[in-house]
Nanobody, 125 residues
Framework: QVLLEESGGGSVQAGGSLRLSCAARAFSTSSTLLGWFRQAPGKQREGVATIFTVGSNIVYADSVKGRFTISRDSENTVYLQMNSLKPEDTATYYC???????????????????WGQGTQVTVSS
């Protein structure tokens, strides 16, 4: 079972930046996707960005395109650089590992079987 541990959350004013990190331990080569999701109080969890563990395919939610950047290193630590943050970005952010399925949206959360505990991001206006 892949173990995921997020870090880097915090509080920032609108327009500011934060960088989230997620260390993947006991990582399985069958996990082909590493993604970031978020959930705000009273709202459904939504996919933010995902990156393939092989190759360089990356997918972003429309709401974060141009502001967030996902990346990973050779040790399967995945990062989410968040710039130009808005109050609506306030949420608990989760890292997840999953397996690609042809024809499925890469940000469907049921593609992901391993989840981190989450890290809080709060953006004030």
């Amino acid at each position: 079972q892949v173990l995921l541990e997020e870090s880097g959350g915090g509080s920032v004013q609108a327009g500011g930046s934060l960088r989230l990190s997620c260390a993947a331990r006991a990582f399985s080569t069958s996990s082909t996707l590493l993604g970031w999701f978020r959930q705000a109080p009273g709202k459904q969890r939504e996919g933010v960005a995902t990156i393939f563990t092989v190759g360089s395919n990356i997918v972003y939610a429309d709401s974060v395109k141009g502001r967030f950047t996902i990346s990973r290193d050779s040790e399967n630590t995945v990062y989410l650089q968040m710039n130009s943050l808005k109050p609506e970005d306030t949420a608990t952010y989760y890292c997840a590992a999953g397996v690609y399925r042809s024809g499925w949206s890469f940000l469907r959360d049921d593609l992901y079987s391993a989840w981190g505990q989450g890290t809080q991001v709060t953006v004030s206006s």
